[in-house]
């Protein structure tokens, strides 16, 4: 809404509409842009926090135990190749 007096001037009126929508187009742009940005960092934010997330701590311990599950598995199948006189390994 104009201030009464912009009513006497509707040249300047008409100017200013003018130079507002312009300068509103102008950060059309840069705010898309921005917001694409914006949008491409929530996409790359890993949430720690969720519950099948493991920390680094986590990782670690995973491979360590999947190693010695491992190392358990091959000394059993060692032991029953010796037992049973089988030099085959797994089929």
Do not use: K, W
């Not at 509409?17 to 300068?23: N, P, R, T």
Request: glycine content about 8%.
């Amino acid at each position: 809404a104009c201030p009464r007096d912009a009513a006497r001037f509707p040249q300047l009126q008409r100017a200013l509409a003018h130079a507002v929508m312009d300068f509103i187009r102008s950060g059309v742009e840069p705010a898309e842009r921005q917001i694409r940005h914006l949008v491409a960092c929530e996409l790359d934010y890993i949430n720690c926090d969720h519950p099948e997330f493991i920390s680094g701590r986590g990782a670690i311990r995973a491979v360590i135990q999947e190693r010695n599950v491992r190392s358990v598995q091959g000394r059993a199948l060692a032991a029953s190749n010796l037992a049973g006189g089988s030099t085959s390994g797994p089929a």
